[in-house]
């Protein structure tokens, strides 16, 4: 019976950690989600561009960013593709070596969170916001191929962001400013302050917050009601008009193990989502017959002893 009674408690006690993290997991999510569906319908801006381009305030310009200049190790070698379909554009591919260099001569007071973050992926982040504020031009990343629409429709803003796919935040798969930018400025002043506040979420959200899509919209949400009446022409293009521009990869090479776990249940439909719970209901029920057996073989034995004695 004591054996019986120690297995249940240690039962009860890994029943209670694992809610306790699903918990503590879950409700950081939905912080995440809260920031995420906040929108950015607060924020000034326009989703149509002027026809005609009069005053061109973004230079012809794409930037990548990557480790090397062969950005064909990357998989998807566009830069060149960029250029065929934009001829009097300039391409410049950033490898880590010149972001270091820019950090180290141009930006020294974000060096220490620049070299602090745990993961590259928000070094990378950090760099195509650089690059942007000291060039100005457009950031693309290296999944993203050109499509029919002309990005030269929004060099007259002061800056341009695509949605997310869901159209609630602002993507920064690819982005447009002006050299010098103000806002960009004042989100780099700004990294250390959501690197602190971000540090607890999980690896995802973290890095999403700190640096990311999430980031990016509620750094400018700040930099926006700072000053309700700032004379800025901000461009957001939702998802489907972002798309008639640019089309993006889904890369994910740098996802971390909860991304990979959304990612996976996130491209699931309906009756594979269903299969699944089926075998892990399978897979506990399994579980708790061969906990039930090995209790009740314990306690015939006991019984036995008892018996003979």
């Known amino acids: 019976v004591g054996g019986r009674s120690k297995f249940r408690t240690l039962c009860l006690l890994i029943f209670i950690f694992i809610v306790i993290l699903l918990y503590d997991y879950f409700r950081s999510l939905g912080r995440f989600a809260r920031n995420a569906t906040g929108g950015y319908d607060v924020i000034p801006h326009r989703s149509i561009p002027n026809q005609p381009v009069v005053t061109e305030k973004i230079p012809k310009s794409f930037h990548f960013t990557w480790k090397t200049n062969d950005t064909s190790s990357y998989g998807w070698d566009s830069p060149p593709r960029w250029k065929e379909q934009y001829p009097d554009y300039t391409v410049e591919v950033w490898t880590d070596e010149m972001i270091e260099s820019l950090v180290q001569t141009h930006y020294p007071e974000i060096a220490e969170v620049f070299h602090k973050y745990p993961h590259n992926v928000q070094r990378a982040d950090v760099a195509r916001l650089l690059v942007v504020h000291h060039r100005g031009g457009i950031y693309l990343d290296l999944d ?15 800056m341009a962001f695509p949605a997310t ?28 302050h959501y690197n602190r506040e971000a540090a607890k979420l999980p690896p995802f959200m973290y890095i999403f917050s700190s640096t990311g899509p999430i980031f990016v919209t509620s750094v400018l949400k700040e930099w926006v009601q700072q000053d309700p009446h700032r004379s800025v022409d901000i461009v957001i293009m939702p998802h489907r008009t972002a798309n008639q521009y640019v089309q993006h ?34 897979g506990i029920g399994i579980v708790v017959l061969l906990c039930w057996i090995r209790m009740r073989r314990r306690s015939q034995k006991n019984g036995n002893h008892q018996n003979t004695q």
């Open 165 to 192: 796919s869901d159209d609630l935040a602002l993507s920064n798969h690819f982005f447009m400013g002006a050299p010098q930018s103000p806002f960009f400025k004042y989100a780099l002043s700004r990294l250390d």
């Open 144 to 158: 993203t191929l050109p499509r029919a629409g002309h990005l030269g429709d929004w060099r007259d803003a002061d």
């Open 249 to 282: 990869g889904t890369g994910r090479s740098w996802y971390t193990w909860d991304a990979k776990v959304i990612a996976f249940f996130g491209d699931l439909d309906k009756s594979e989502i269903l299969f699944y719970c089926q075998i892990l209901a399978s």
